[in-house]
């Protein structure tokens, strides 16, 4: 089956700085868009950044100019540089895909099963 896997959640002081990994893995054809969401406790999943499988980026506003989505397409992974956390950005991350698996051909919304980032004042 496909699957994605992250990696790099933790506990980190505010100003600090984290990275957040993602790798997609199974019967994968090709991966469209990949992006970041996030969980606070009390409050709806909301998207981080969003990058294209050209590298097109799209980020929410309260994360621009701190955080940095990237990704490499020959190893199928997404990653999140988070730069000058705050108690806001605390939350679990998912990472999700739009990928096309193979056998059978079809299209899937991948998420993975999230990663907790705890930011201490």
């Known amino acids: 089956q496909v699957q994605l896997v992250e990696s790099g959640g933790g506990l980190v002081q505010a100003g600090g700085s984290l990275r957040l990994s993602c790798a997609a893995s199974?019967?994968?054809?090709?991966?469209?868009?990949m992006g970041w969401y996030r969980q606070a406790p009390g409050k709806q999943r909301e998207l981080v950044a969003t990058i294209t499988r050209y590298g097109s980026t799209n980020y929410a506003e309260s994360v621009k100019g701190r955080f940095t989505i990237s990704r490499d397409n020959a190893k199928n992974t997404v990653d999140l540089q988070m730069n000058s956390l705050n108690s806001e950005d605390a939350a679990v991350y998912y990472c999700n895909a739009d990928i096309i698996a193979t056998v059978p051909t079809r299209r899937l919304e991948v998420w993975g099963q999230g990663t907790l980032v705890t930011v201490s004042s």
């Open positions: 199974g019967r994968i054809f090709s991966i469209n868009d």
